[in-house]
C-alpha cells in the first residue's frame, strides 16, 4: 500500500474511533456549539494519527525497552515507518503536532489538550 492508504487506514481506525468519535460525543453531550465539536472532532483526527504513528514507531523497537510485540512485522503490516523511514516519519509527527496545536491555539480550554498530546508523544509502551 502507499502512504496514502496506509494514513487513511489509520484514520479511520485509531484516530476515528479511538479519538475524534469519542472527544467529539463527548462534546456533544456537554452542549458545545457545533463549531466548538468541530474543532474537538478535527483535533481527535490528529491526536490519533500521532497515537498511531508513535505507536508504529514504538513497534519498532526493541521489545525489551517497550514491553511491546512486533506484531506489525509478525502480520507484515505496512506502516509509516517502514514506507517512508525515521526522518520522513518524524516530520509527519511534526506536522500533525502543529495542526494539532493550531486548533488548540483556537479553543478555550487548551490545558487538557495539551496534555494529552504530550503524553502520546512522551509515552514509552
Known amino acids: ?34 463549531e466548538e465539536v468541530e474543532k474537538i472532532f478535527q483535533l481527535g483526527e490528529h491526536l490519533g494519527l500521532l497515537f498511531q504513528i508513535r505507536d508504529d514507531m514504538l513497534d519498532s523497537l526493541d521489545p525489551q525497552i517497550t514491553g511491546k510485540s512486533h506484531s506489525d512485522d509478525e502480520n507484515n503490516t505496512q506502516t509509516a515507518i517502514k514506507l517512508l523511514g525515521e526522518e520522513k516519519t518524524l516530520e ?13 491555539s483556537t479553543m478555550e480550554v487548551q490545558q487538557p489538550y495539551l496534555e494529552m498530546m504530550d503524553y502520546i508523544m512522551s509515552r514509552t509502551k
Open 1 to 34: 500500500p502507499t502512504i496514502e492508504e496506509v494514513l487513511a487506514v489509520y484514520k479511520y481506525k485509531t484516530a476515528s474511533y479511538t479519538f475524534s468519535l469519542p472527544m467529539s460525543t463527548g462534546a456533544i453531550l456537554a452542549k458545545a456549539s457545533d
Open 92 to 104: 509527519m509527527i511534526e506536522e500533525q503536532k502543529n495542526l494539532a496545536k493550531q486548533i488548540i
